[in-house]
T-cell receptor, first 111, second 113 residues
Framework: DAKTTQPPSMDCAEGRAANLPCNHS???????VYWYRQIHSQGPQYIIH???NNETNEMASLIITEDRKSSTLILPHATLRDTAVYYC????????????FGTGTLLAVQP | DAGVIQSPRHEVTEMGQEVTLRCKPI?????LFWYRQTMMRGLELLIY????????DSGMPEDRFSAKMPNASFSTLKIQPSEPRDSAVYFC???????????FGSGTQLSVL
């Protein structure tokens, strides 16, 4: 899997959009970008994934640059409950979903 | 569905004792993963199974660790003998095939004194 780089921490005001960046400059053409988050003392939770098109679901939006070397996870209206560590993972998938988690970004939503 | 179920939630034991962690994956999922999380090393993949067969155990730290999946609805992670450095949160996760998302359990907080 391609290496991903994320800032260690970010702050966001409650009610504002949270934009979490991720660099994956060595990503290969068949690797997807996955985002998970881990709220304190809970197991990681899937958010969204995509290959090259932008994706949106009920939790977030994923914007992938045209060259696929970076992506941004957008939480449109952050709440205090979105405070968590967010992990960006580049992974092919294939027959299995063996995911290797990095250190992620600690997003602190401030009241 | 109740999700991935792990037991116990908390385990406190003394060095040298055997520890067994248990996991019930989501029904119908054919992949199961054991992860360990510590402050120093983050979230590490220990081993994963496909269709009850261990596929990759390269993350298992040493021979004191063993994992089994006797059937599609149950897996165990055993540490024998346990050591203080094994103290961590152990997560179990399951998924369907291909690129389906992983579902994690609530974890087992293990403290070895």
């Amino acid at each position: 899997d391609a290496k991903t780089t994320q800032p260690p921490s970010m702050d966001c005001a409650e009610g504002r959009a949270a934009n979490l960046p991720c660099n994956h400059s060595t990503i290969s053409g068949n690797e997807y970008v996955y985002w998970y988050r881990q709220i304190h003392s809970q197991g990681p939770q899937y958010i969204i994934h995509g290959l090259k098109n932008n994706e949106t679901n009920e939790m977030a939006s994923l914007i992938i640059t045209e060259d696929r070397k970076s992506s941004t996870l957008i939480l449109p209206h952050a709440t205090l409950r979105d405070t968590a560590v967010y992990y960006c993972i580049a992974h092919y998938g294939g027959a299995t979903n063996k995911l290797i988690f990095g250190t992620g970004t600690l997003l602190a939503v401030q009241p | 569905d109740a999700g991935v179920i792990q037991s116990p939630r908390h385990e406190v034991t003394e060095m040298g004792q055997e520890v067994t962690l248990r996991c019930k994956p989501i029904s119908g999922h054919n992949s199961l993963f054991w992860y360990r999380q510590t402050m120093m090393r983050g979230l590490e993949l220990l081993i994963y199974f496909n269709n009850n067969v261990p596929i990759d155990d390269s993350g298992m730290p040493e021979d004191r660790f063993s994992a089994k999946m006797p059937n599609a609805s149950f897996s165990t992670l055993k540490i024998q003998p346990s050591e203080p450095r094994d103290s961590a949160v152990y997560f179990c996760a399951s998924s369907g095939t291909g690129r389906e998302k992983l579902f994690f359990g609530s974890g087992t907080q293990l403290s070895v004194l």
